[in-house]
């Protein structure tokens, strides 16, 4: 064998070892890639599933709910191609495939749960958030065409809105029944503030007309709580009567 042909051998060989090595490295990156992606659809599908099963239910819609089940139905079938003999999977496929089938006409089980504190209305705008961002990472993959994906983020900020109004008018109807008119005021207060804030306020007009009502009768009930009863003298009222007195002695002294 000439030295000529053994040298073509090692060449021959350390390429064979290079992309042996290469293939390998592609391979592992590939069930990397495919770990990620696992993860991070199974991650997506749990938060379809919290808002679907979690939000409230006045708020939400046979539209809303329509949306939220194609979207997990979306991520399922992803889930599929990554793992093709997920009975699991395949059963839950069959399961949503049915409900988008109905349309609109798709049943909404969610029951109502008033939002009266505050940390219900942060849990329900989490919840919004995380549907806010289903929806962008739909339309980034295709599924959802860019102009229902802009229609929905419109809608969900709607919804917050309504989130607002009935957060604002709890709190306040319940200071009114706690015989609170102070508290009831800056609920309402906040309300009307919110709204006249929004970008187009005429949108909820007739939202803010109740809250400004509503916002009134708590502002007369407070001045009523503070004015004193007619004819009543108290250690207060002396008090003030006095010091009136003899300011007025002041200031005639002064100017005399």
Known sequence: ??????????????????????????????????????????DRLRRCGEITETFPGQLMTPALKLLLTRLELNVCQRLLNLDKSSST??????ELSALVAQGESIPVNNPPAPIQTEAKAKDVRFLLEALHGQVTRAAQDGFLPANEAKRWIREIRHILVLLHIEFFNNLGQHALQQEQPGQARLAFERGVQYLRKQQDPQVYSEQLQYLEKLLARANSMVLTNIAPVEGEVNELTQGLKEVEVDADWKKKAIYD
């Open 1 to 42: 064998m000439t030295p000529l042909m053994i040298t073509l051998l090692v060449i021959v060989g350390i390429a064979i070892l290079i992309a042996i090595g290469y293939m390998n490295h592609v391979v592992e990156n590939n069930k990397l890639e495919k770990a990620r992606t696992k993860v991070e659809l199974n």
């Open 89 to 94: 999977v395949k059963a839950r496929i069959d």
